[in-house]
C-alpha cells in the first residue's frame, strides 16, 4: 500500500513562491498516475496538477496554469508542486495523491499541508 507525505507548506506572501514535496513509500510511483488537489475553507476538495505515467503530458486547473509546475522523480519517489506567484486564492490544504491505472479513482492520499497566501 502506497503511503504519501506532503512537506513544503507555509505562510507566503502573495506574489511569492512555495515548493511542496510529496514523498512516496510502499511502492514504485512509476507505476502510478500522480496528482494534486487542494481544499480551501468552505470549499469542495478540487483538482490543481496531474502527472500521468512517464511520458505523459502534465495537465493543470485553468486556475493554477501558467504558475504552478508539477514534475516527478521516479528514482526517488517524489513528486514536488512548485507554486510561484501565488495569490490568496490559493490559500489551502495541498494533497498529493496517487492511482494505479487503469482505476480511475485515486486510492492514496497524503495527510495534506496547509498553504496560507496573505494579501
Known amino acids: 500500500q502506497v503511503q504519501l507525505v506532503e512537506s513544503g507548506g507555509g505562510l507566503v506572501q502573495a506574489g511569492g513562491s512555495l515548493r511542496l514535496s510529496c514523498a512516496a513509500s510502499?511502492?514504485?510511483?512509476?507505476?502510478?498516475?500522480m496528482a494534486w488537489f487542494r481544499q480551501a475553507p468552505g470549499k469542495e476538495r478540487e483538482f490543481v496538477a496531474r502527472?500521468?505515467?512517464?511520458?505523459?503530458?502534465?495537465q493543470y486547473a485553468d486556475s493554477v496554469k501558467g504558475r504552478f509546475t508539477m514534475s516527478r522523480d521516479n528514482a526517488e519517489n517524489t513528486v514536488t508542486l512548485q507554486m510561484n506567484s501565488l495569490k490568496p486564492e490559493d490559500t489551502a490544504v495541498y494533497y498529493c495523491?496517487?492511482?494505479?491505472?487503469?482505476?480511475?479513482?485515486?486510492?492514496?492520499w497524503g495527510q495534506g499541508t496547509q498553504v496560507t497566501v496573505s494579501s
Open positions: 502527472s500521468p505515467l512517464s511520458g505523459g503530458r502534465l
Open positions: 510502499g511502492g514504485s510511483l512509476s507505476s502510478y498516475t
Open positions: 495523491a496517487s492511482r494505479r491505472p487503469p482505476n480511475s479513482d485515486y486510492a492514496y
